[in-house]
């Protein structure tokens, strides 16, 4: 049977249950439809999930290790009334008023829900490089997933993609197991915030690569190495590494709404004046609709953004219009 | 923790596993790991509800080095279906049930 609601919220990181706290402050009734166990960043939860201590979330002197400060957010928007469910979403339906939201079989004739107001909160997941062997690996050294792994390469050596900060995060991180991490970065200089760019100089045990990019994994049953390209020499060199992570940005969850809402370059949610879609009712948050600064904090601030869009949408006489004309 | 998971030790590994009668799926886990307690109350609703059929079991890596090295397990959450003495599917990395499911009812 399908469920009616005011305002259903697909995703449930900082932007998606902060506009969780909000609608709910408003008596909206919303429902979170939080995602599914996974260690690629989807996860209920989302990114913060699978990082350790952060430590630039506001009004946090000490810092708060991620999965605590998600489980926080979710407590203070259920104190206020919103539900979860914990499922993936596997299809929408915008074309119509109420939009439709299926879960589970998306070929169901009945949608597992109806609602007035949408919030669209996917996030964004990892990047992988996209080479032979990645997928097979995975487990077998190549990892996602630093915190989950990094126990597994006591006193052995790894290496790392990428420059920004989860890069860095990640591999200073990794020193406190491994032997020696080599960061393998496509330019010359990182990315990442120079207070983490000071750490990772200032650590003994991480080496840099700069200019180069893994042109091929090694191993059969589990990762021998790496092949490395430079790019300003050309010049091809093995790396002898046990385990390679991987954090060489992230893309947007939007293949659900491909051919249904605006997308910008790189499948970002197009937003215009806030956090409105090209689909009056539908609204975006966090880092499915934000290339550019993509922390959890502006995620937050984004979904509170949403979450006051879509109340005064729903008050509007648009709204009510739309409602109406769909029954019809 | 749920009563129908039991918890394994390098000690007892193969008399609880490897002699057991029924199939038994194997949880890698550590108490660090964020994406091994989003799946933990997963396994134990598979375990009430596939009683008897299947057993489920929990195997702390950070005690039990020498299990874990033996699957060669780097990567938790990873889950092992032993059937018959011998490891007959493996899953890395945390999934929804309905997925962990799929991948284990082909074997029992």
Known sequence: MTASRQVVIVGSGPAGLTAAIYTARAQLLPLVIEGEPSSTSDQPGGQLMLTTEVENYPGF???????????????????????????????????????????????????????????????????????PGEERLIGHGVSTCATCDGFFFRDLDIAVVGGGDSAIEEALFLTRFARSVTLVHRRGELRASKVMQQRAFANPKLVFRWNSVVTEILGEAKVTGVVLRDTQTEAVSTLDVSGLFVAIGHEPNTGLFADQLELEAGGYIRTFGGTRTSVEGVFACGDVQDRTYQQAITAAGSGCMAALDVERWLESSAATHLMGAGRE | MSDSIATLTDASFDEQVMASDVPVLVDFWAEWCGPCKMIAPLLEEIADERSGQLAVAKLNIDDNLE??????????????????????????GAKGKAQLLQEISEHL
């Open chain 1, 61 to 131: 002197v000490d810092g708060i290790m991620g999965p605590e400060l998600m489980g926080a957010f979710r407590a203070q928007a259920e104190r206020f009334g919103a539900e979860y469910v914990s499922a993936k979403v596997s299809k929408v339906d915008l074309s119509t008023r109420p939009f439709r939201i299926w879960v589970g079989d998306p070929s169901a004739p009945e949608p597992a829900y109806e609602t007035a107001g949408l919030v669209i909160a996917t996030g964004a997941r990892s990047l992988m490089l996209g080479l």
């Open chain 2, 67 to 92: 299990v874990t090295r033996r699957f060669d397990v780097m990567s938790i959450p990873t889950l092992i279906l032993f059937k018959d003495g011998a490891p007959v599917s493996r899953i890395v």
